[in-house]
Each structure stands twice: as structure tokens, then as C-alpha cells.
Nanobody, 125 residues
Framework: QVRLVESGGGLVQAGGSLRLSCAASGRSFSSYSMGWFRQAPGKERTFVAAINWSSGTTRYGDSVKGRFSISRDNAKNTVYLQMNSLKPEDTAVYYC??????????????????WGQGTQVTVSA
């Protein structure tokens, strides 16, 4: 079992930055691939970024490429999402998720096995 706890959300002006953290507890975190998803009010959950365990390969959603960066620190059991040049349309609840496949960087939420409770990010115009 893996427990994921997100932090770092908040209110920021457009053009600003935030760094989200996702702390994992439980065994085998360092062998899991990790992802970030987001869900805005009244909209479906969408893929933001993912990083695998085996090679550190990353993948990003089209809307965040060049602005967001995902990284992980296996020694601290933590994955990060650095968000720069934030836009009002980035406003959403952000969730981290763990995939027991160490190679995959899936964009599909259904392929992730564990989820955090989410952290709110609000970007004002």
C-alpha cells in the first residue's frame, strides 16, 4: 500500500510560479512511476506530467509543455511539479498518482494504482 500526500498549492497571480510536492509513504515507492493530473470545476480530470522510475523519462501534457517540470527524489520519497508562467486556465485541483509499472509514463488515469487527496491551485488574472 502507498499513501500519497500533496502539498504546495495555493493562490498565485498569472505569470507566477508554484512547486507542488507529493510525499509517499509505504513500500516500493522508488520503483513506481509517478504522475500528476488536474481537475478543474465541471471538467474531466486531465493528464499533466509523468516520470518513470527506470530511466527518469518524463512526459507532459501539451498545455503545460515548456512551463511545468516534474522531478523526483527517491531518497525523500517525494515527487515534485514545478509550475512556471502560470495561467488562469491552470486553476484546478492537482493530484499525484503512483503507477506500479516502473517503465510506463502513462497519460491515462486508469493505469495509476494510488492517488493522493489533491491540492488546490488557483491562478488569478
Amino acid at each position: 500500500q502507498v499513501r500519497l500526500v500533496e502539498s504546495g498549492g495555493g493562490l498565485v497571480q498569472a505569470g507566477g510560479s508554484l512547486r507542488l510536492s507529493c510525499a509517499a509513504s509505504g513500500r516500493s515507492f522508488s520503483s513506481y512511476s509517478m504522475g500528476w493530473f488536474r481537475q478543474a470545476p465541471g471538467k474531466e480530470r486531465t493528464f499533466v506530467a509523468a516520470i518513470n522510475w527506470s530511466s527518469g523519462t518524463t512526459r507532459y501534457g501539451d498545455s503545460v509543455k515548456g512551463r511545468f517540470s516534474i522531478s523526483r527524489d527517491n531518497a525523500k520519497n517525494t515527487v515534485y511539479l514545478q509550475m512556471n508562467s502560470l495561467k488562469p486556465e491552470d486553476t484546478a485541483v492537482y493530484y499525484c498518482a503512483a503507477d506500479t509499472d516502473p517503465i510506463r509514463t502513462s497519460t491515462r488515469g486508469s493505469e495509476y494504482d494510488y492517488w493522493g487527496q489533491g491540492t488546490q491551485v488557483t491562478v488569478s488574472a
